[in-house]
């Protein structure tokens, strides 16, 4: 299953925490959750990552090869009106940590670079996050629309576009 | 039938087959033939159309699963004669049930024009009657009857499989109407 | 180049949104040379309705029912879900008693959604006694539903800091009951299936995945489990009552069509362990105990994350919410999704009639694919 002789299967929170802050130093920073209830995360199973767009990709990188983060869970838009963000959340089989990526992308230039080359997993998703808030994904083999009829050429998730019964 | 009678109509092309048949209906209209032939047959033609109502294999959304389970063993359809049938030309009755989407709806229309007449549309749940719980979409229609002509209303979110059975014996009711005044010699 | 084009063999068939098989409503677009499928191209969107953005259009307990319609044969999970990534929000905890219900109504959902997926395999493969047999233990269950929930289908059960009632009279015999009949039929259909060599043979050796792939492409669920990932969020990730529960996991090397099914028919097995456990458990907590907690009707700013294990696969909610009564973003992560975007590598190299076959075993609910 590791055909890298350095991947670590079973990487602990501080490992995780230790080695990404070794490898990419101020452009990733950690957020500790405040909430004391919840079993996941009193339990250690969740980590909270900010990250610069630049690095985004040799983060998910390392993390795919070094630390067997083996699944791209999903990748989400959320448009606040100021500045779009993409956040992702991936998954390690062996120890079930989750780790939650969150980057900031500023309105005036919509472009991220597409981890779809890392986890073909992620391809869908980003489609659906282009065609939903028109985040273009740098590098995706197939960007087009998915869901919605091809014909259609607005982004109905921003906060732009109202519906029936919004103001 | 002995085709030995009529020699002709074996080695006839399309338009003339069309134009003595034709001419033959017209003698028998004017003989008054087509009344009684009506009478005699349009009871039968009613109980035959609506004992065996086959609707197509169409299933879009939760409607769907119980339509499925509207064919178990509880609450059997076959009983009131629902065959499914995969090919839109060998149905009577395109049965939406589940939201409908603009994608779908030139879909929706091309099934309903392949369907032969005399065809029939039952909108299963409230998602078909009226857009459902979706109505501020962007991209559902809000209704089936925007898209074809309604004869059957089934109300439920999911509808329970009794209220389909039940819809469709109100169809019944509607298919009874139309083939017991006669429609023998009708295009 | 043009001309080489023109005249090859292959052409693309679409296997359009209506179709014989039974699962969904979608577009399979495969290239055909003869009967060998060379490449395929899955088309989704026929059931968009863009149910995230009009969650922001509602308030918490209105995204309830919305959830069930989500995936709407595993309804319960998906409010599940969405009550656990509220109750994330406001980080309470749910009361015990509400834990194992919750745990049990997970259960029969998860059973009732396996018979018809097992229903449906049998009408794609030609099987017709299957759909009769499966559906009529599927109504067992339902009845069940009707008694805990109310409704068959889309259950709305579980609330915000809860359940919505607790368990009526006489529930323990009823479900006891229908859970021993349940397991000895399960072993009929078995053996109708199993004993079949058409059942099997058609199901064996097609739709390869290698363990590598399937972590990539993203794939979860039994559909994971049946090609060698050791993996279950109820046992990893326990939320709820899971952590403590004994059961198994079943997992199968082989990464074959033959079993993920297998590997489906197992988890019903454990499912009924599940649920009589929880039923053991249930008589020992004392009948007046809370099952509900109040919740204030604004959930606090912040962004929140939940996981469950739906029944065919990871299910995931990513809550931003605002202080309001409305969620600002709610982002639904569904497993058939990337289920059917691995599609296209998993009819390679089949014949057309292997599709059904291939299809059945992801389990496809266009309801959560689409949203």
Request: net charge negative; aromatic share 10%.
């Amino acid at each position: 299953m590791s055909e890298d002789a350095n991947i670590i299967e079973k990487p602990s929170r501080d490992d995780i925490v230790s080695l990404v802050k070794a490898e990419f130093g101020g452009k990733v920073e950690f957020i500790e959750s405040t909430k004391k209830n919840i079993k996941a995360i009193n339990e250690g199973r969740r980590l909270f990552m900010k990250a610069d767009r630049e690095v985004l990709h040799d983060l998910a990188k390392y993390l795919h090869d070094k630390l067997n983060f083996e699944q791209a869970s999903s990748v989400a838009g959320v448009d606040w009106v100021d500045h779009m963000q993409v956040v992702y959340h991936l998954t390690n089989y062996c120890t079930s940590m989750v780790v939650e990526i969150t980057v900031d992308i500023p309105n005036d230039d919509l472009h991220i670079a597409s981890v779809s080359d890392i986890w073909e997993g992620a391809n869908w998703h980003e489609r659906e996050t282009y065609e939903l808030f028109g985040i273009v994904f740098d590098g995706h083999p197939k960007l087009e629309r998915l869901l919605t009829p091809k014909s259609y050429e607005f982004f109905p998730f921003r906060k732009s576009y109202k519906l029936r019964g919004q103001e | 039938m002995d085709m030995s009678l009529y020699p002709h109509a074996v080695a006839m092309s399309a338009d003339e087959f069309m134009s003595w048949s034709s001419a033959m209906i017209n003698e028998m209209l004017s003989a008054g033939t087509k009344r009684t032939v009506d009478k005699l047959t349009g009871p039968v033609w009613a109980w035959a159309m609506r004992n065996s109502m086959h609707p197509l294999h169409f299933g879009l959304a939760c409607c769907a699963i119980e339509m499925a389970a509207a064919s178990d063993t509880r609450y059997d359809a076959e009983r009131v004669g629902m065959i499914y049938r995969s090919s839109p030309r060998q149905t009577d009755i395109l049965l939406i049930n589940g939201w409908i989407s603009k994608k779908l709806r030139p879909d929706i229309r091309r099934l309903y024009e392949q369907i032969p007449a005399p065809k029939w549309v039952v909108a299963m749940g409230e998602c078909a009657i009226s857009g459902g719980p979706w109505y501020d979409s962007y991209n559902i229609v809000q209704g089936l009857d925007q898209i074809v002509p309604v004869d059957v209303y089934i109300p439920g979110c999911p509808i329970k499989p009794d209220a389909m059975i039940d819809g469709f014996m109100l169809l019944q009711k509607k298919i009874d109407a139309y083939f017991r005044r006669g429609v023998f010699m009708t295009d | 180049m043009a001309e080489e084009k023109m005249n090859s063999d292959k052409m693309w068939v679409t296997m359009g949104p209506q179709h014989p098989f039974s699962h969904g409503l979608w577009t399979l677009r495969v290239e055909v040379d003869g009967e060998i499928i060379t490449d395929a191209e899955p088309e989704v969107g026929y059931l968009h309705r863009g149910w995230e953005k009009e969650c922001e259009n509602r308030t918490y307990n209105k995204i309830i029912p919305m959830a069930d319609r989500l995936c709407y044969s595993a309804s319960m999970t998906w409010s599940h879900l969405f009550c656990k990534v509220a109750e994330e929000a406001l980080d309470i905890e749910v009361p015990e008693r509400a834990q194992y219900l919750r745990v049990v109504a997970d259960e029969i959902c998860r059973i009732q959604s396996h018979l018809m997926w097992l229903a449906a395999v049998g009408t794609d493969v030609g099987n017709l006694t299957i759909f009769l047999w499966a559906l009529r233990e599927r109504e067992f269950m339902l009845d069940l539903n009707v008694r805990l929930c109310g409704q068959r289908l889309t259950t709305n059960y579980p609330r915000i800091g809860g359940v919505r009632n607790d368990m009526p009279y006489y529930f323990e015999r009823d479900c006891m009951r229908a859970i021993e009949r349940f397991e000895k039929s399960l072993w009929d259909i078995i053996r109708l299936t199993d004993d079949s060599s058409i059942f099997v043979g058609r199901m064996k050796g097609i739709g390869y995945i290698t363990r590598k792939d399937v972590a990539n492409y993203g794939i979860t669920g039994p559909a994971m489990r049946g090609c060698g990932v050791d993996y279950d969020i109820r046992r990893d990730d326990p939320y709820d009552a899971y952590g403590e529960m004994e059961f198994e996991v079943p997992v199968l090397k082989e990464g074959d069509a033959y079993s993920r099914y297998m590997v489906r028919i197992e988890e019903m097995f454990q499912s009924c362990e599940i649920i009589r456990q929880a039923m053991k458990k249930l008589e020992s907590i004392p009948k007046n105990a809370p099952y509900r907690l109040k919740v204030p009707k604004c959930i606090p700013e912040g962004t929140h994350m939940a996981r469950i294990e739906d029944p065919r696969g990871e299910g995931l909610m990513y809550l931003v919410s605002d202080g309001t009564e409305s969620p600002y973003r709610l982002k639904v992560r569904s497993p058939v999704f990337v289920n059917v975007s691995a599609s296209k590598h998993m009819v390679q190299g089949v014949r057309i009639a292997d599709i059904p076959a291939i299809m059945a075993m992801i389990d496809m609910c266009l309801g959560e694919t689409d949203r």
